[in-house]
């Protein structure tokens, strides 16, 4: 189970259209991205970036957007399924 305090990866979505949304906080793993950032609209063929302490941007491709409502104590959030574009 995934909780709103262990959203700590800052991402950048980027519309198919080149509209950005900064500072969304989220939770990254290797297929799949979490957040609870639910008044954007994230779809399918959006892009997602993340910037490493390093200075190495990942971007995401996302292929599959479920938004997620409220269930037993978990907050409304969207998972993600995703594809690493670039590293």
């Known amino acids: 189970m995934i909780l709103p305090c262990m959203a700590k990866d800052i991402v950048t979505l980027v519309k198919e259209s080149g ?11 290797t297929q799949r991205i ?12 959006d892009t997602i970036t993340h910037e490493l302490p390093s200075g190495t ?22 998972q993600l399924l995703i594809r690493k574009v670039t590293a």
């Open 19 to 29: 509209e950005k949304f900064e500072g969304i906080k989220s939770v990254i793993s």
């Open 34 to 45: 979490i957040t609870f950032q639910i008044d954007l609209n994230i779809e399918p063929k």
């Open 57 to 78: 941007v990942n971007t995401y491709l996302v292929i599959d957007s479920e938004r997620i409502p409220k269930l037993d104590g978990v907050d409304a959030h969207y």
